[in-house]
């Protein structure tokens, strides 16, 4: 029997069984805590993952998830190899089937930062190991375990409280759609009608007991919020000669010290990386309620919780 067969994928948060989700976001803040004080460097007292080996394919430039899933592994005791795609035979026309088999022979888990969702379907059907989402044009799911990880450090708990998504409805903000049918919050979306997520995944989060509020305008979604969240007006997926466009879309919707005073004494959230002026003012994103660097750092706390959840061992200790 494959590891695959025995061990989890990670590849939305729509696919996490009831509970899960709770369960990643406590054992991200339990890892967090147990090694408070400590060296980035220092390996986690427990080593949980000595001797595994995580394989980074990145399609997509990254900074956040290279940086937290690098640091992530090494601090649970673990060692990572990069592979980028110019480096690999991927990138030459190789098969994904047959790069699947071969990365299952040499690491126990893989993490893929892609475009295509389609592949990273393709290469958690031919691999056997855990394969993790660490980006795709549809969704983040990663993203949001650190974002809602940050939220309740600096608000408390999520039960009750209201989100508010602005601008884009991207796969950052698709994937909040995801996470607000497993914990309870409500989430505010106030999108550009073109750029708005598609009804039937509204529809199948609210069947899963979601509380999806549709705005008509940000200072909708904004009122009483105990977030603002956004995300840039041109993704990576995104066509550049479409910026113009974009922008003039977005505009309305940029997270601005006025915006942000309609909340309930919210924080604010960015992915990163972040355009100042653009989607949110400077005054927001460098001012007091802006919590995104440590977000930022949440992702490697994140990142452990969830290669321990794909290879059964979340309920360890730190």
């Excluded at 408070?36 to 001797?51: E, N, W």
């Excluded at 073109?194 to 008509?216: H, M, Q, V, Y």
């Excluded at 977000?295 to 706390?301: G, K, L, Q, T």
């Amino acid at each position: 029997m494959s590891l695959a067969d025995t061990h989890s994928h990670f590849l939305d948060l729509a696919d996490l069984a009831d509970g899960e989700l709770r369960r990643l976001l406590d054992a991200a803040r339990v890892r967090k805590t147990a090694r408070a004080g400590k060296p980035k460097g220092t390996v986690d007292d427990d080593a949980p993952l000595a001797g595994h080996l995580l394989a980074m394919i990145f399609e997509k430039p990254s900074t956040r998830t290279r940086l937290s899933f690098d640091m992530g592994m090494r601090q649970l005791g673990g060692q990572t190899v990069i592979l980028n795609q110019t480096d690999m035979q991927l990138g030459r026309g190789e098969s994904i089937a047959d790069t699947a088999e071969v990365i299952s022979r040499f690491a126990d888990i893989a993490m893929l930062r892609t475009g295509p969702h389609e592949t990273l379907g393709e290469l958690a059907a031919h691999v056997h190991i855990p394969v993790i989402n660490g980006l795709t044009a549809y969704s983040h799911p990663c993203q949001i375990i650190a974002d809602l990880m940050t939220f309740e450090e600096h608000k408390g708990t999520l039960a009750g409280q209201k989100l508010a998504w602005l601008g884009d409805g991207n796969n950052v903000a698709l994937s909040f759609v995801h996470a607000a049918a497993q914990v309870d919050f409500e989430l505010a979306l106030a999108t550009p009608e073109a750029f708005s997520i598609a009804p039937d995944e509204i529809d199948a989060a609210r069947a899963k007991g979601a509380k999806i509020t549709l705005c008509e305008t940000a200072e909708e979604a904004a009122k009483d919020a105990a977030a603002l969240m956004t995300d840039c007006w041109l993704s990576m997926s995104d066509d550049p000669t479409e910026a113009e466009a974009r922008a003039k879309a977005f505009t309305p919707y940029q997270v601005t010290q006025s915006l942000m005073a309609l909340g309930d004494d919210p924080i604010f959230l960015h992915c990163l990386p972040a355009y100042r002026d653009s989607e949110v003012t400077a005054e927001v994103i460098d001012g007091p309620r802006s919590v995104v660097f440590d977000e930022a750092e949440n992702r490697a706390h994140a990142q452990k919780a969830i290669m321990l959840h794909c290879l059964g061992m979340l309920d360890m200790g730190a």
